[in-house]
């Protein structure tokens, strides 16, 4: 089984920055891709990043394209979303997702397998 914990969420003004972090227990870490998915207030959750298990490969959602770079830590067990300029409708609940094993990439949320609890981004203007 695998836990996955976010951190790094909080209130920041247009144009700051913030860089969230997913720490996840078991073994499996360095087999399962890893994502990044938000949900703001009223709409449904979407898909914002991906990286693969090596890292060497990663996709974005266009409205991020440029301003939040996803990476990972496989002897930390960690994946991290560094986002900069940030805008009002980047305002959402940010949730950690693990791939199902084997999975090389993907922006599907039925191709993850475990998901974290969230943490919220609030971007006042």
């Known amino acids: 089984q695998v836990q996955l914990v976010e951190s790094g969420g909080g209130l920041v003004q247009v144009g700051g920055s913030l860089r969230l972090s997913c720490t996840a227990s078991?073994?499996?870490?360095?087999?399962?891709?890893m994502d990044w998915f938000r949900q703001a207030p009223g709409k449904e959750r979407e898909f914002v990043a991906a990286i693969s298990r090596s890292g060497i490969n990663t996709q974005y959602v266009d409205s991020v394209k440029g301003r939040f770079t996803i990476s990972r830590d496989n002897v930390k067990n960690t994946v991290y979303l560094q986002m900069n300029s940030l805008k009002p409708e980047d305002t959402a609940v940010y949730y950690c997702?693990?791939?199902?094993?084997?999975?090389?990439?993907?922006?599907?949320?039925?191709?993850?397998?475990?998901w974290g609890k969230g943490t919220l981004v609030t971007v006042s203007s």
């Open positions: 997702a693990a791939g199902k094993v084997n999975i090389l990439l993907s922006s599907m949320h039925y191709a993850m397998e475990h």
């Open positions: 078991g073994r499996t870490f360095s087999s399962r891709a």
